[in-house]
């Protein structure tokens, strides 16, 4: 017997385990909705390049035009060049949902940091009213507060938006800290006299960013969709102040005018920027899920 055969294996040989692919963070990456709003932000933003016409000029000869070469997507019952006013009035629109956005998520984060740090009678209190807002719908509360506010505007119209729609952002934020409340380092923090801020900044946004991006995506359609809805119902901005909502806003005339552009056009980029945004937030909500599973 050779010095090999006294080494042999007997039995059946394990199979050599194969190693794990490592999963790229762009698996699913939604590139096509990233590209197409990107695209439409950029062309909002930069609106002076691509404007043929004045998009506030009423041009009471060529009302109800359909697309053609001088008007390359028709105009309004109005006579405006909708165009123009697509990449003018959209600027608006998003400007709004972001500017909404950001006040709702400062709410939320304030709200929620504190309520996941407060003692167990305050925390219920301040969740017990978070559910009496939830129970509310969001349209009638913003209803409410523009008539308090007066005409709406961009200003009035965001911070409107924004405070009735952090509610559900504040609660995930709550959990998530409420979980990191007591480690080592916030009470570390404490105990060498860090603020509340301080504390906030440094230990307990890090830590909670990543779960509340995919509904900060989502509160951005949400405001835009919010706009639109009120402008469309004529209680937004006003016919003189350019969006897509107000542009929208005029669809009853068009509709009896069979001017179908003044609809489909507007409304077809509000749906693919609302859809991309979608694609973006549910992608963002899928890379959280996985961080989470990993963990």
């Given at each position: 017997m050779t010095e090999n055969e006294l080494f042999t294996m007997v039995g059946i040989r394990p199979e050599p385990v194969a190693p794990k692919k490592k999963v790229s963070r762009l698996n699913g990456f939604p590139w096509v909705s990233v590209i197409l709003m990107a695209t439409i932000v950029l062309c909002c933003l930069f609106a002076e390049v691509l404007m043929t016409k004045d998009p506030s000029y009423l041009d009471l000869k060529n009302f109800n035009i359909a697309p053609n070469a001088e008007f390359l997507f028709g105009t309004?019952?109005?006579?405006?060049?909708?165009?123009?006013?697509?990449?003018?009035?959209?600027?608006?629109?998003?400007?709004?949902?972001?500017?909404?956005?950001?006040?709702?998520?400062?709410?939320?984060?304030?709200?929620?940091?504190?309520?996941?740090?407060?003692p167990a009678w305050l925390d219920t209190l301040m969740m017990r009213f978070t559910e009496i807002f939830l129970s509310v719908p969001g349209l009638l509360l913003v209803l409410f507060l523009?008539?308090?506010?007066?005409?709406?505007?961009?200003?009035?119209?965001?911070?409107?938006?924004?405070?009735?729609?952090?509610?559900?952002?504040?609660?995930?934020?709550?959990?998530?800290?409420?979980?990191?409340?007591?480690?080592?380092?916030?009470?570390?923090?404490?105990?060498?006299?860090?603020?509340?801020?301080?504390?906030?900044?440094?230990?307990?946004?890090?830590?909670?960013?990543?779960?509340?991006?995919?509904?900060?995506?989502?509160?951005?359609?949400?405001?835009?969709?919010?706009?639109?809805?009120?402008?469309?119902?004529?209680m937004g901005l006003p016919l003189e102040i350019i969006s897509w909502g107000s542009m929208l806003s005029l669809s009853e005339k068009a509709l009896l005018t069979d001017s179908w552009w003044i609809i489909i056009i507007p409304g077809a980029f509000l749906v693919t920027l609302l859809m991309c945004l979608t694609n973006i937030g549910n992608y963002l909500r899928k890379a959280a899920n996985r961080k989470e599973s990993n963990l």
């Open positions: 309004d019952t109005l006579g405006r060049d909708i165009f123009s006013g697509i990449w003018y009035g959209g600027r608006i629109s998003i400007t709004i949902g972001f500017l909404a956005t950001l006040i709702s998520t400062l709410i939320a984060v304030v709200y929620g940091s504190v309520s996941g740090i407060a523009q008539a308090i506010l007066g005409e709406a505007n961009v200003l009035t119209l965001s911070i409107v938006i924004g405070v009735t729609s952090w509610a559900s952002i504040a609660k995930v934020i709550r959990t998530e800290v409420r979980q990191i409340r007591n480690s080592e380092y916030v009470v570390a923090s404490k105990c060498m006299g860090g603020k509340f801020f301080h504390i906030l900044r440094k230990h307990l946004a890090p830590n909670f960013i990543a779960s509340i991006m995919f509904m900060v995506v989502m509160n951005v359609r949400g405001a835009i969709g919010s706009e639109s809805t009120l402008s469309f119902m004529g």
